[in-house]
């Protein structure tokens, strides 16, 4: 049974790496304060060391480290993972959001940064982790009310939390479940991705348009023959995007 909202955050672990130890005390305190249980490295391939001892829900992931960064940390733990990781970054220009996204990560914050916002974004995607993905997968009930889109041959199971093509399963995260399972509920829709955002990710949309197309992108790559002319995620230009009603 999925625990209320209250209850869930005393079973969530949390691993912070960044080796720029005052900020990882730091970012403890304020996840300690507000019940999750925290866990530390200095690099990367610290990280991937206690991924394989412990039980991890959330990862914050700084960029720039010594021996193993965190682009590559990312990219090696999304080969078998789909935990939510938030990338922490001094850079922060476009390309920079985008490349890091691009690798992996689920959201992207530049130093400095609130810790405020921080513990608001990691409640977030926990959520979305919790409700959308893979936690549920690996062992809670299904949630009441719980359906299967399809279009085609894709299948989205919401009680099983799991996609399907052509009746193999396609491994995603939970926010591109998300976005699959709200465009395929209402597909031959069309949504901008002001929508898609605040409709997925469950907060207002701050100029949402790298973050939605990014991962957009990564979803035609699982799910497309040729992402490049694609049979259900369309872009209809200059408004947004509409999963195609097949």
């Not at 001094?90 to 992996?104: P, W």
């Not at 035609?220 to 009603?245: F, L, Q």
Request: aromatic share 8%; charged share 30%; hydrophobic share 40%.
């Amino acid at each position: 049974m999925i625990k209320p909202e209250g209850e869930r955050e005393s079973f969530m672990n949390i691993l912070i790496c960044d080796d720029d130890r005052e900020i990882v005390e730091a970012i403890e305190i304020y996840l300690k304060s507000e019940g999750y249980d925290t866990f530390k490295a200095y690099d990367g391939q610290e990280a991937l060391q206690i991924l394989e001892s412990q039980t991890i829900h959330l990862i914050i992931m700084d960029v720039m480290m010594p021996r193993m960064n965190g682009m590559v940390a990312t990219m090696k733990i999304r080969e078998n993972k789909n935990i939510p990781i938030i990338m922490l970054s001094a850079k922060s220009e476009d390309y920079d959001k985008i490349t890091g996204l691009n690798a992996g990560a689920d959201d992207y914050i530049c130093k400095p940064f609130n810790p405020l916002e921080l513990v608001a974004r990691v409640k977030s995607q926990l959520r979305r982790y919790v409700d959308l993905g893979s936690l549920n997968k690996e062992g809670g009930s299904a949630q009441a009310g719980a359906a299967v889109y399809k279009t085609g041959s894709l299948v989205i199971d919401d009680e099983q939390k799991a996609v399907t093509l052509d009746g193999e399963s396609v491994t995603v995260t939970p926010i591109e479940f998300g976005i699959l399972k709200f465009l395929t509920k209402n597909a031959g829709r069309v949504f901008s991705m002001d929508q898609i955002y605040e409709a997925v990710w469950q907060e207002p949309a701050y100029n949402p348009g790298n973050t939605v197309s990014v991962h957009i992108r990564r979803i035609r790559e699982k799910i497309e023959i040729n992402p490049k002319e694609p049979k259900y995620i369309k872009v209809v230009w200059g408004i947004g995007y509409k999963i195609e009603k097949l």
